[in-house]
C-alpha cells in the first residue's frame, strides 16, 4: 500500500501546502513568535496526514473535524477541477452546477477509478484517486482488526450487498463458463437472493435443518447437491454470516472444506458481520481450513454510514482485483468519502469501543427479552450460534390468531419501534418466480411465530429499555384484547419517551 500510495503524483505537496517561506512572509504581518506558535499547530496537523499517507492504516486515536477537513481539502485542490486557471474541454470536467452540491462532497468531483477499472488512478484526479487508494487500505486494516487477520485485499464499491454480490458472481462466470447453478443455503432475504438472479445463474436452494430452536447448514444436502449437479456446473456456494434468528449463521468452515474439496468457489454474504467477531471469526477458519475466495459486506450496517456502499474483501488479492475490473465505468466517490471520515473521526480505539458495547448490548438486550417474554409465557429462542440476532416465542398470540401475530408488527411500527420482525407462520412469497413457504422464518416449517430484535452496532441501553417499554405494552393490549389498528397513533404516554429514544436502526426489511 505504501508504494502505492508514494506514486501518486503530488502526495508530497499534500504535507506542504503552507511551506516554510509562506510562514517566513506572513512574520512580515504578524509577530514572528505568533507566526512560529501557528506553524507548530499547523505541524500537528500534518504529522498525521503523513503518518496515514506513510502507513496506509486506520489511525489509532481518533482525527478531529478540523484536521478531516483539512485533509480533504487538501485532497480535492489535487483534482484538475479544482486547479487555478484550468480549462477543461472534455465531456466530464467536474463542473458542478449547485455549490451546495460541491461543498457535501467536498468539491470531490470526478470519483473514482477508470473506464475499464474501479480501482485505477486517475491522471487528472489524484487527490480522489489517493482517497480510494487510502479507504481501501485502511478498511481492510480495520477487517483485520475486526478478526479476519489474513484478508490480503478488499475495495470499496458504490453499490450496497445485493449487487456487489452480483459483480462477484459475474466474475466467476469468466473462470468458469460451464456453469449455471449457485448452491444456496436458504436464507429469507430478498436482495442476496435476487443478486444470483440478476447475474444469470439459477439457484439451488438448500432447506435449512432443525436443531433444538436454530436453524442450521444441511451440509448432507450440500454435498448430495453436488454429486447430483456436477462440480463443474456449479459456479459457486453462496453462504451467509450475519441473519436473522432463529436461522444461525452457516456453518462456514464446513462449506469451506467442501468447496476445496470439490475446487468450487466460495462467496460469502456478511452483510452486517464485521460488527460480530463471531462472524469474522467463522470466515478466518473457512479460509484457513478451505477455500473462501469473496466475502460481501455492506458499509451502512457495519460502519454507521449512509446507505449505498459495501466492501468486497478476500485472501487472493489478484482475484479481488478482478472483481474490481469487472465493474464497468467509473463510480462514485461517495461511499469510500462517507467510510474514510468515519474511521478518521473513530480511529481504531473508537470503532473497537463500538464493537465492544455491541457485545455488551446483545447481552443486556438477550436477558431483558428473557425476562419480558417468561411474563407473557413464552420464551427467549434458544440461538447460541447467532451472535446478534435474537427472537422470542409468540405461542399465545398465534394460538388467539395469526391477525394477532400481524397486529403486534403493526402496533410497534406505529409506535416507531424499527428494525423488529414479527413472523408469522405459513405465509408463502415468490421472489423472483420462486416460492417460498414460510418466507421470513428461513424454513417450509417452523414450530412458532415469533419476534426478531437484533443488538447492531451503535444501538445504546436507551434503545434496548425504550423497545421493550413498548413491547410490553403492545403484548398487555394484545391480551387484554384491545382493538388497536395498523393506523392507530401511538398512545399518549409514548409520545415523551420517543424524543428521549435514540433511533439506532438496523435494516431488516426490503
Request: proline share 3%.
Amino acid at each position: 500500500m505504501r508504494t502505492e500510495v508514494r506514486s501518486l503524483p503530488g502526495w508530497s505537496s499534500l504535507i506542504s501546502a503552507m511551506n516554510a517561506e509562506n510562514f517566513q512572509s506572513s512574520e512580515r504581518l504578524v509577530n514572528s513568535a505568533y507566526v512560529r506558535q501557528g506553524s507548530q499547530g499547523r505541524r500537528a496537523h500534518e504529522l498525521r496526514l503523513r503518518a496515514l499517507l506513510e502507513q496506509g492504516k486506520c489511525p489509532e486515536d481518533a482525527w478531529d473535524e478540523s484536521t478531516v477537513e483539512l485533509f480533504l481539502h487538501e485532497l480535492a485542490i489535487m483534482d484538475s477541477n479544482n486547479f487555478l486557471g484550468n480549462c477543461g474541454v472534455g465531456e466530464r470536467e467536474g463542473r458542478i452546477a449547485s455549490g451546495l452540491v460541491a461543498r457535501r462532497h467536498y468539491r470531490l468531483i470526478h470519483g473514482i477509478g477508470r473506464s475499464g477499472d474501479i480501482s485505477a488512478v486517475q491522471p487528472k484526479a489524484a487527490g480522489s484517486s489517493l482517497l480510494n487508494k487510502l479507504t481501501n487500505s485502511i478498511v481492510l486494516d480495520v477487517i483485520k482488526l475486526a478478526g479476519v487477520k489474513t484478508a490480503a485485499s478488499c475495495f470499496v464499491v458504490p453499490m450496497a450487498t445485493g449487487m456487489s454480490l452480483t459483480l462477484c458472481f459475474l466474475t466467476l462466470r469468466h473462470k468458469r463458463p460451464k456453469a449455471k447453478y449457485i448452491i444456496w443455503p436458504r436464507i429469507d432475504q430478498k436482495s442476496c437472493f435476487k443478486s444470483m438472479i440478476t447475474a444469470g445463474f439459477e439457484p439451488v436452494v438448500i432447506e435449512n435443518v432443525l436443531e433444538g430452536d436454530e436453524l442450521r447448514t444441511d451440509l448432507k444436502a450440500v454435498e448430495a447437491k453436488i454429486q447430483d449437479l456436477g462440480a463443474d456446473n456449479i459456479l459457486c456456494i453462496h453462504s451467509t454470516t450475519s441473519c436473522f434468528a432463529p436461522r444461525v449463521p452457516d456453518r462456514i468452515e464446513e462449506l469451506a472444506e467442501i468447496c476445496a474439496k470439490h475446487d468450487i468457489p466460495h462467496i460469502v454474504n456478511n452483510a452486517y458481520g464485521v460488527q460480530s467477531s463471531k462472524c469474522m471469526h467463522l470466515i478466518q477458519q473457512g479460509a484457513r481450513r478451505g477455500r473462501i475466495d469473496a466475502f460481501v459486506q455492506s458499509l451502512d450496517k457495519n460502519f454507521m454510514v449512509p446507505v449505498g456502499g459495501a466492501v468486497i474483501a478476500g485472501f487472493n488479492g489478484s482475484f479481488i482485483q478482478e472483481i474490481s475490473k469487472m465493474y464497468p465505468g467509473r463510480a462514485s466517490a461517495s461511499p469510500s468519502l462517507d467510510v474514510l471520515i468515519t474511521l478518521l473521526t473513530l480511529g481504531t480505539k473508537g470503532y473497537q469501543q463500538l464493537l465492544k458495547e455491541r457485545k455488551e448490548m446483545f447481552s443486556y438486550l438477550s436477558s431483558e427479552m428473557k425476562k419480558l417474554a417468561e411474563v407473557y409465557n413464552e420464551r427467549l429462542l434458544d440461538t447460541p450460534h447467532n451472535p446478534i440476532s435474537l427472537a422470542i416465542s409468540l405461542k399465545e398470540l398465534d394460538e388467539q390468531s395469526d391477525a394477532a401475530v400481524t397486529q403486534l408488527g403493526s402496533m410497534l411500527f406505529t409506535r416507531q419501534v424499527s428494525g423488529a420482525r414479527v413472523v408469522s407462520l405459513g405465509t408463502a412469497q415468490t421472489v423472483s418466480g420462486y416460492t417460498f413457504k414460510s418466507f421470513m422464518s428461513h424454513a417450509n416449517k417452523y414450530h412458532c411465530a415469533y419476534l426478531n430484535a437484533a443488538s447492531a452496532i451503535g444501538m445504546k441501553k436507551e434503545d434496548v429499555d425504550m423497545f421493550l417499554k413498548r413491547l410490553d405494552k403492545c403484548l398487555k393490549a394484545l391480551r387484554k384484547g384491545k382493538n388497536i389498528g395498523m393506523d392507530s397513533p401511538p398512545v399518549h404516554e409514548d409520545v415523551s419517551d420517543m424524543e428521549k429514544c435514540s433511533n439506532a436502526e438496523e435494516e431488516t426489511k426490503d
